[in-house]
């Protein structure tokens, strides 16, 4: 249960972060992004508005915020540059895993420094062969003394080159634990490669890499939870996901408003026929339809995260609003170049970029149709028949 935050206190953020964007963010996104460039500026200016440490408590210099502030920050943030909520967001789930499973000491050595931005989370379930099937994971840890021996090859990590930290899932004799493997930022350290950088349709700018453990040795302390955790790293990973899908409907909805904003703009200025067309049916019913989509999924989104604020289960929640957003965002996102004609799919407007960002929400914390079966067996549990 995370105490609700003082809505004055959230508005204020929230604007904050809005004005950050249209400033800062929106005048070089497409740019950045089209070069495919790490936007380091507009990092540190994150880390000075205390972004990285948001939901962390203020006992490890966080600002202790709750989920419906983070989803309010994340909209806005999306809806300038995508890219810059997936900075934040393996980074905050990896202090929530933390906050919410680690042990003191490991509460105490790791949540001051993510607060701050200082070092970067990054979150490494995924491997080129077990991305659904989490069972599936091959890496391995094995214990020699006080220290675990981490072999294996991991897939998709977020921000894992930038990272000091890596949450990362490994087979035990007791099952899947997580590790808290602490790093210094780079390609090679320690034992661990980054062998590859995996290049994207779209969320360009921050990277996602192949990342290879070559017996790379950890403390045995480093197991999340110490050794309550061992075997426990499946289930505190897939609890987290429930604030990553939140996170990705939170993304969704601000790129869906982006993509609807500049919608209804262009549909008053252009003309054809002799009329602006938004004066055309064909075009209105668009812009309702899409308007509909994005107000429901922000509704969805938020009723999620105040359930998860509330400290009540919510895979069901937050899968139907990850669900939802991330069908939404990629139906307003091609909507939105279809109402801009030619000059939606040029490079000179950023529609082709929410066109381009918007299918990873249909994949990330978990593909639609795995959202789906989420879905169906925590609303079978919850009806179950005696
Ligand atoms: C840009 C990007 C960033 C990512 N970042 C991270 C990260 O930081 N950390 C991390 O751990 N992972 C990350 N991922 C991995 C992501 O979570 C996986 O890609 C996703 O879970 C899907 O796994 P997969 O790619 O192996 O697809 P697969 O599991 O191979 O699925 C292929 C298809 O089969 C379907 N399918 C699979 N099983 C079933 C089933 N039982 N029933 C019905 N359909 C099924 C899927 O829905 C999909 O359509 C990232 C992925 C991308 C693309």
Redesign the pocket.
């Known amino acids: 249960m995370t105490a609700p935050t003082d809505p004055a206190t959230r508005d204020e953020l929230v604007a904050t972060v809005r004005r950050f964007v249209e400033r800062d963010v929106l005048p070089v996104a497409s740019e950045l992004e089209h070069a495919d460039e790490y936007p380091a500026g507009l990092v540190a200016t994150m880390r000075d508005l205390g972004l990285f440490g948001v939901t962390v408590a203020p006992e490890f210099g966080g600002l202790g915020l709750d989920l419906r502030t983070y989803v309010g920050i994340v909209e806005e943030l999306a809806a300038g540059w995508m890219s810059l909520s ?1 900075i934040l967001n ?1 980074h905050v789930m990896v202090a929530n895993l933390i906050s919410g499973n680690g042990t003191p000491e490991q509460q105490r050595g790791w949540l001051p420094a993510l607060a701050s931005g200082e070092v970067r989370g ?5 491997e080129p ?5 989490t069972g599936a994971l091959s890496c391995r840890a094995a214990r020699d003394g006080d220290e675990y021996v981490i072999t294996g090859t ?7 080159e930038r990272a000091g930290l890596v949450a990362l ?1 490994a087979r035990t004799d007791e099952g899947i634990t997580c590790f808290l493997v602490g790093k210094e930022p780079g390609r090679h350290v320690d034992g661990i490669t980054v062998s590859r950088a ?1 290049g ?1 349709l779209g ?1 360009k700018g921050l990277e ?1 890499v192949e990342m290879v453990y070559d017996g790379h040795r950890v403390p045995a302390d480093a197991v999340l939870g110490g050794e309550a955790g061992l075997g426990r790293g499946r289930h505190f990973i897939l609890g987290g996901l429930e604030v990553g899908r939140i996170n990705i409907a939170a993304r969704a909805v601000g790129v869906a408003r982006a993509a609807f904003d500049a919608a209804i703009r262009y549909a008053q200025q252009r003309q054809t026929f002799g009329q602006p067309i938004a004066q055309h049916q064909a075009i209105q019913l668009k812009l309702a339809d899409m308007a509909t989509k994005l107000e429901a999924a922000r509704l969805l989104t938020l009723s999620a995260a105040d359930r998860r604020d509330a400290g009540e289960r919510c895979d069901v929640e937050a899968g139907m609003a990850k669900l939802f957003a991330s069908e939404a965002a990629l139906e307003i996102a091609t909507e939105s170049m279809r109402i801009h004609g030619g000059v939606g799919y040029t490079t000179e407007l950023p529609i082709e970029r929410f066109y381009r960002d918007a299918p ?1 929400m249909i ?8 959202q789906r ?1 989420v879905i169906a067996r925590g609303l079978l549990r919850r009806h179950a028949v005696e």
């Open positions: 997936g393996t990054a979150l490494s379930l995924s062969d077990a991305g659904s099937d991991k897939a998709w990590v977020t921000n894992g899932a995996i994207k969320y996602t990873l994949i990330g914390e978990g593909t639609n149709e795995i079966l």
